[in-house]
T-cell receptor
Framework: QKEVEQDPGPLSVPEGAIVSLNCTYS??????FMWYRQYSRKGPELLMY????GNKEDGRFTAQVDKSSKYISLFIRDSQPSDSATYLC?????????????FGRGTSLIVHP | NAGVTQTPKFRVLKTGQSMTLLCAQD?????MYWYRQDPGMGLRLIHY???????AKGEVPDGYNVSRLKKQNFLLGLESAAPSQTSVYFC????????????FGPGTRLTVL
């Protein structure tokens, strides 16, 4: 079993839908939780990160962490075709020094007009 | 700022050939990383560096070597390429104050025949 599990999809939704992307993990020591967005044939770019449990909102994006269930989510409101990409979750025990995040496999999202 | 750049963008090798992938960053970042990304496997860490002159093994280091002679450059070498090394290779960097954000390059698509 991988430390971080993420359904690869693809997840196909109509424009304007609310999208929910999820990851589960097994290592309870993870404290930092990141979401990266990767467009086709590009490198990943950081979308959001949260520390420990709780919610964080940035425009149409909300990241949620439930440490008791070892479950994290990324919600996208009013999804747009430009949101079509692969979304990778990543987690880390520390934020400094030998920072080595563990990545999920990524979920492919397709938002069709 | 160019950010993180990778050379070359594409390469086709024959089994047994050698090559070096170059990663350069102009953000004065301390930390640099080499990943490979394969379908369904997510990002897997090959080697990383926490500073000039230092390197360390990641999750999948076999068949690869690295060097960090200058702070801005991180080289990934394949001494004797194998078809199993066909992949997309991403370099990333992170600054001391970047906390959880890694900055990724555009990737190098390598095919080993």
């Amino acid at each position: 079993q991988k430390e971080v599990e993420q359904d690869p999809g693809p997840l196909s939704v109509p424009e304007g839908a609310i999208v929910s992307l999820n990851c589960t993990y097994s290592n309870s020591a993870f404290q930092y939780f990141m979401w990266y967005r990767q467009y086709s044939r590009k490198g990943p770019e950081l979308l959001m990160y949260t520390y420990s449990s709780g919610n964080k909102e940035d425009g149409r994006f909300t990241a949620q962490v439930d440490k008791s269930s070892k479950y994290i989510s990324l919600f996208i409101r009013d999804s747009q075709p430009s949101d079509s990409a692969t979304y990778l979750c990543a987690m880390s025990i520390t934020s400094g020094g030998s920072y080595i995040p563990t990545f999920g496999r990524g979920t492919s999202l397709i938002v069709h007009p | 700022n160019a950010g993180v750049t990778q050379t070359p963008k594409f390469r086709v090798l024959k089994t047994g050939q050698s090559m070096t992938l170059l990663c350069a960053q102009d953000m004065n970042h301390e930390y640099m990383y080499w990943y490979r990304q394969d379908p369904g496997m997510g990002l897997r860490l090959i080697h990383y560096s926490v500073g000039e002159g230092t390197t360390a093994k990641g999750e999948v280091p076999d068949g690869y070597n690295v060097s960090r002679l200058k702070k801005q450059n991180f080289l990934l070498g394949l001494e004797s390429a194998a078809p199993s090394q066909t992949s997309v290779y991403f370099c990333a960097s992170r600054g001391v104050s970047s906390y959880n954000e890694q900055f990724f390059g555009p990737g190098t698509r390598l095919t080993v025949l």
